[in-house]
């Protein structure tokens, strides 16, 4: 996917003055928050779980190598197949392979974030492999010709009546208005889909190292139909998904579905394990994982490690003040909001995706609520270190710190810089107490006034009064 | 090709975490070990009662989540039970069932009902079959396939039925496995968690019924014991 | 509420905000500590605790500047800042700057275990329940984040206003949600910034409040200067000029126009 993360601000702006995004992002704002809060408070021990989540991740990523061998062991004992991919392109080479070698004309998706990090649909149209994606959100996004702008809500950034006209259009139907019609007109759309579709493409929210599984969590039940009705199903997984057992499966699930939507369990979580059994009346005969590593193994080791414990819930964009400010499209990329601007500069490069880190005031909230643990502002401060020290941020800002720090360093210059700076406001600012404008603070005062100072400084009075006294 | 992606993925993660080029065969001992036997790390209280207050609490959580629960005393009940509801809710009075064995134990074809047996098609309006067991501490339906239940049953018709013996009405999704594994042994093709109808939030935030899977879902609860015995009363 | 018989020697980290734009909320501070039974003292040398610096990505000079204030700031029973942000600074991550088992994680770690955000340094730790205070007038209290999510400052400042005669505090709307300030990003990424505040500014005036008070100099100047910009009514102070009674200086950003 190609990346505007470069053009953040201009993204940003444009989403501040859409006003149907705006309205979205305020139901998003009120219903996710709400519901999460509601459901950790039905939950004596969610706070409990959340910690135990943490330590099975951080147990599984230093064992990760270990337990991504056993989990290919299982699979294949169970009939099924595992390839591996180190970065995207691999991935798109080795699920066209199958998908070809399958004969297939037709493929359903259900939704996964790693098929948009490597680009997949595009790849197999570009094979004339015809890739439907079922989730409703995606379908609505892929018929718009868009990208998700929310790893859980791909369409929340769409008005009911943008829907009902791309429905009408898709489907050659007359346009409908209540919720209920267009659900129903989906849903029937895509059954045909499901039914035509040779390979079900599936990603996967954990991969168990204990018994091969793959575990996908839906509430509209589309994986089941992505998976279940073709030959083949391919399951698209990047390698930190590996959770040790069933049972740990279980503390992962509990927070993910209450962090994310605010339900005490998802509609659908299905273990899938290997391909359909002989006598088995229903499911694919052949499966297949892929395993993607695209940088990942890069952060193992080192200052990033905690984001790949990240289980993908959502709930540090559903609380941050920016993103629900500007969207998820502003961010340019696959991942928005407080995980993406962590993730984002290891996959495009700190070059190219240096706004997302910057663009956070460090609020905590992210932090406070994510139910891994993960110390995003953390992160995105690293990512300022890394940007420092190559020198990437823009050079009157560098220069404008050097100066302060120096100052700073220098209690006597200090006072002295102080004096006469202050002094200087104090004259400009005069009796209104405030400045409308200041030559080098525009980005203050283009929007707010600025409050002048009292006089002396503080330290300068507390002198004076001690030297009285 | 794979194997070379294999080993420089490997290869990375064994670099990052300090380890020599291949895995010492110590810790993929301790590492198996560990597998071979799962521990619950933390389940909540919620559902520790007795089956009673279990079956109460899967019943006001299945509730809460749109799922309708019907209480029958005999499996013998549960064709009346399913015509009774089909035609309080306008549906046509056509089943396609799962085999379970349990099933026979009712008398389907002295309804009404048009049954059908095996794999669903797009066609059949209702699907019945039965659930492994039942989660009491989110209302949640514990279904495997297999060739007497194919998962399908529960997907693919707009209205899903699942007989669940009361027995069966565990705590929590770990009693759920550990049942699996003691009397399977090994993992099926599919293990369904269902909680509820399916439903998406996509279209301006609205939550409805109905996405992809089934937009309503019965539960059908049976007291009857496996013995053929009926519950005790409680 | 009468002060503790002990008499800590409590050194005042008055902050660069409060040392250059609004020295009144550090005589605030003085009062209030002193009314608690600390005898303070403003260490000379004290400049900056290198927020700026850490937070853009300088390592090096953050370090430098640590050290030194560390070097200030030793040697007291408490040290005691006027604001959540930067008590924050020298408690959570002055400690995390130097590597683990150095003399210098030592000290830091030394200074921070002393360090405390002014008003929560006054309940928690002095056990102050009130100040002899008035002032009526209908407030609401902005929570900054660090203080609240760094240091846990919630309830403590909502009890102390609840001591002031005539005070009417109504409950802020997303109390808790980040006014847009953030140090550096308020000029980096102004649009947003600006968004965020306007959102502050929105939920202050539903409460009908004349006075908007926090804990952190940064956010009040950053709300003062919208709430002037976009013609509001509503004035800024410091929580604790409020509660030393000291409210004869105009407010931030000047009186109401």
């Known amino acids: 996917m190609e990346a505007t993360s470069l053009s953040f601000k201009e993204n940003a702006r444009r989403a501040m003055g859409d006003e149907t995004l705006q309205k979205a992002l305020g139901f998003a704002r009120t219903g996710f928050q709400d519901k999460r809060a509601a459901a950790a408070a039905r939950l004596p021990e969610f706070d409990d779980l959340r910690d135990a989540a943490k330590a099975i991740k951080d147990h599984t990523l230093e064992h990760l190598d270990v337990y991504l061998e056993i989990f290919e062991q299982r699979v294949i004992e169970q009939g099924g197949k595992v390839h591996w991919a180190r970065d995207a392109a691999e991935a798109r080479a080795i699920i066209l392979r199958l998908c070809k070698g399958a004969g297939a004309r037709s493929v359903t998706k259900s939704k996964s974030m790693i098929s948009e990090e490597i680009g997949l649909n595009e790849a197999l149209e570009a094979q004339k492999i015809r890739c439907v994606e079922t989730d409703l959100g995606e379908y609505i996004v892929q018929l718009a010709g868009e990208t998700p702008s929310h790893i859980l809500a791909p369409a929340i950034h769409m008005t009911k009546d943008r829907v009902s006209a791309l429905f009408a259009e898709a489907h050659g139907t007359a346009p409908v208005d209540e919720p209920e019609a267009l659900l129903a007109e989906a849903r029937h759309a895509l059954r045909q889909r499901y039914f035509e579709a040779d390979v079900g493409i599936t990603g996967a929210n954990f991969l168990i190292a204990e018994t091969g599984s793959v575990v996908l969590v839906t509430n509209e039940g589309n994986a089941e139909l992505t998976q279940g009705l073709p030959r083949m199903h391919i399951a698209l997984a990047s390698i930190e998904k590996v959770v040790p057992t069933l049972e740990e499966a279980c503390v992962l699930l509990r927070v993910l579905a209450r962090s994310a939507t605010g339900q005490e369990f998802s509609a659908y979580t299905t273990l899938l394990t290997g391909p359909k059994r002989p006598a088995d009346l229903d499911g694919p005969t052949s499966f297949h994982v892929v395993l993607l590593d695209n940088g990942r193994g890069g952060m193992l080791g080192t200052e990033f490690q905690d984001i790949l414990r990240c289980i993908r819930c959502g709930a540090c964009m559903n609380h941050c003040p920016v993103y629900l400010a500007t969207g998820g499209h502003a961010y340019g990329w696959v991942y928005p909001g407080p995980m993406g601007a962590v993730l984002t500069p290891s996959f495009i490069g700190i070059e190219k995706a240096h706004h997302l880190p910057n663009a956070s005031t460090f609020c905590g909230r992210c932090e406070q609520v994510c139910p891994m643990r993960i110390p995003l502002p953390k992160m995105m401060r690293h990512w300022r270190e890394e940007q420092f020290k190559r020198k990437l941020s823009p050079a009157t800002g560098r220069y404008g710190l050097k100066l302060w720090a120096f100052a700073a360093k220098r209690p006597a210059l200090y006072h002295l810089g102080a004096k006469v700076a202050i002094g200087l406001l104090c004259l400009l600012g005069g009796k209104r107490g405030r400045f409308r404008r200041l030559p080098l603070a525009s980005g203050w005062t283009g929007s707010r006034d600025f409050p002048a100072p009292q006089g002396s400084t503080f330290q300068a009075q507390w002198r004076a009064r001690r030297d009285r006294r | 090709m794979s194997g070379e992606a294999r080993d420089a993925v490997l290869g990375r993660l064994r670099r990052a975490l300090g380890r020599g080029p291949r895995t010492p065969d110590e810790l993929r001992r301790k590492l198996l070990a560990r597998l071979a036997a799962p521990q619950p790390v933390l389940i909540p209280a919620r559902g520790n009662l007795e089956l009673e207050g279990r079956i109460r609490l899967f019943i006001a959580q299945a509730n809460a989540v749109q799922t309708e629960v019907l209480r029958v005393g005999r499996y013998a009940d549960l064709p009346d039970a399913a015509v009774d509801y089909l035609r309080r809710s306008s549906l046509p009075l056509q089943l396609v069932m799962a085999t379970d064995p349990l099933l026979r134990r009712a008398d389907w074809a002295a309804t009404l009902l048009e049954i059908r047996h095996g794999r669903p098609e797009d066609r059949d309006p209702v699907g019945l079959t039965t659930a492994f067991a039942g989660i009491a501490e989110t209302g949640t339906l514990m279904l495997l396939s297999s060739p007497e239940t194919p998962t399908t049953l529960a997907f693919l018709p707009e209205i899903s039925i699942i007989v669940l013996p009361a027995v069966r009405v565990l705590r929590a999704y770990e009693d759920g496995l550990r049942a699996l594994r003691e009397e399977r042994g090994a993992m099926p093709r599919s293990v369904n968690f269902v909680t509820g109808p399916s439903r998406s939030g996509d279209i301006e935030q609205t939550i409805q019924l109905g996405a992809h899977g089934p937009r309503r879902l019965l539960v059908l609860l049976v007291d009857e014991l496996p013995d053929g015995s009926p519950q005790p009363d409680a | ?257």
Do not use: W
Request: charged content about 25%; some cysteine.
């Open chain 3, 1 to 257: 509420m009468s002060p503790p018989a002990d008499r800590p020697r409590v050194a005042l980290f008055v902050t660069c905000l409060v040392d250059l734009f609004r020295p009144s909320v550090g005589f605030a501070a003085v009062k209030l500590l002193e009314d608690a039974g600390c005898t303070v003292e403003v260490p000379a040398g004290q400049s900056c605790c290198g927020q700026p610096a850490y937070n853009q990505g300088d390592r090096a000079d953050t370090v430098e500047i640590a050290r030194r204030t560390i070097e200030v700031l030793s040697g007291y029973d408490f040290v005691v800042v006027p604001s959540g942000s930067c008590a924050g600074m020298l408690r959570k991550h002055y400690p995390e700057l130097f590597p683990a088992g150095s003399d210098d994680a030592a000290r830091a770690r030394e200074v921070a275990e002393r360090t405390f955000e002014l008003i929560s340094f006054l309940t928690d730790v002095r056990g102050i329940t009130g100040f002899e205070a008035s002032l009526p007038a209908r407030i609401t209290y902005h929570d900054s984040c660090a203080g609240l999510r760094e240091l846990g400052v919630k309830q403590q400042p909502r009890r102390l206003l609840e001591s002031v005669r005539g005070l009417e505090l109504r409950e802020l709307p997303g109390a808790e949600i980040c006014c847009g300030f953030g140090g550096t990003f308020c000029v980096k990424y102004p649009a947003i910034s600006t968004r965020m505040v306007d959102d502050k500014v929105t939920d202050i005036e539903a409460t009908g409040a004349e006075l908007v008070l926090a804990g952190d100099l940064g956010c009040l100047m950053n709300m003062a200067g919208r709430l002037k910009r976009v013609g509001s009514k509503v004035e800024a102070r410091h929580v604790a000029e409020v509660l030393a009674g000291m409210t004869e200086e105009p407010p931030i950003g000047g009186p109401a126009a």
